[in-house]
């Protein structure tokens, strides 16, 4: 089965600009998770939707927005970029019942560059 | 929040046994131990996870001490390809039915020829 799809692969922006990324989850998955890497800080949770609700939030300014649809596709948004977004954004999703986690499995993210 | 430490490097010789040790003294007793790995500019790849039993698949072994603290993954015979960085997560549950994994640096584990 396919696995998790995140478009586009590669991004470059210039400050000020805003940016959408897309994240298609396995067939199944409800649950869909949004990290932001970056090579000093490592992963860093974002937030996390589960039925078109946002069931957990990082620490990210309310410049970073999420949303997911009904077909469990989600996507992030990032307004007023700054040259420190520039990061690798992965999208994880996961198949859950009754409270157990069947682990996430993750895009190959978008590569976001602020000029 | 459960934290955990891994050393940020290791070497291995290619074929040999890789031994990636992780810290997660302040784990509960609900929370699971999982391990990714990230090979350069990809996603990270599951690789095991487990509660308080060792566990086995195709890919690698977990053994987690009995008070839970600490945990290792081994890669039993390993090779070029598994050049990455390993990360050890602790699952922490929230109230309600959020969740959310706490990411460390990782190990970056070099095999060698």
């Known amino acids: 089965k396919a696995g998790v799809t995140q478009t586009p692969r590669y991004l470059i922006k210039t400050r000020g600009q805003q940016v959408t990324l897309s994240c298609s989850p396995i067939?199944?998955?409800?649950?869909v998770s949004w990290y932001q890497q970056t090579p000093g800080q490592g992963l860093q949770f974002l937030f996390e939707y589960f039925s078109e609700t946002q069931r957990n939030k990082g620490n990210f300014p309310g410049r970073f927005s999420g949303r997911q649809f009904s077909n469990s596709r989600s996507e992030m948004n990032v307004s007023t970029l700054e040259l420190g977004d520039s990061a690798l954004y992965l999208c994880?999703?996961?198949?859950?019942?009754?409270?157990?986690?069947?682990?996430?499995?993750f895009g190959s993210g978008t590569r976001l560059t602020v000029v | 929040d459960a934290k955990t430490t891994q050393p940020p490097s290791m070497d291995c010789a290619e074929g040999r046994a890789a031994n990636l040790p992780c810290n997660h003294s302040t784990i509960s007793g609900n929370e699971y131990v999982y391990w990714y790995r990230q090979i350069h500019s990809q996603g990270p790849q599951y690789i095991i996870h487990?509660?308080?039993?060792?566990e086995t698949n195709e890919m690698a072994s977990l053994i987690i001490t009995e008070d839970r603290k600490s945990s290792t993954l081994i890669l039993p015979h390993a090779t070029l390809r598994d050049t990455a960085v390993y990360y050890c997560?602790?699952?922490?549950?929230?109230?309600?039915?959020?969740?959310?994994?706490?990411w460390g640096l990782g190990t970056s584990l070099a095999v060698n020829p």
């Open positions: 487990g509660l308080k039993n060792n």
């Open positions: 994880a999703s996961s198949a859950e019942s009754e409270g157990y986690n069947y682990g996430y499995t």
């Open positions: 067939s199944g998955h409800r649950s």
């Open positions: 997560i602790v699952r922490v549950a929230f109230a309600g039915n959020n969740r959310k994994l706490i």
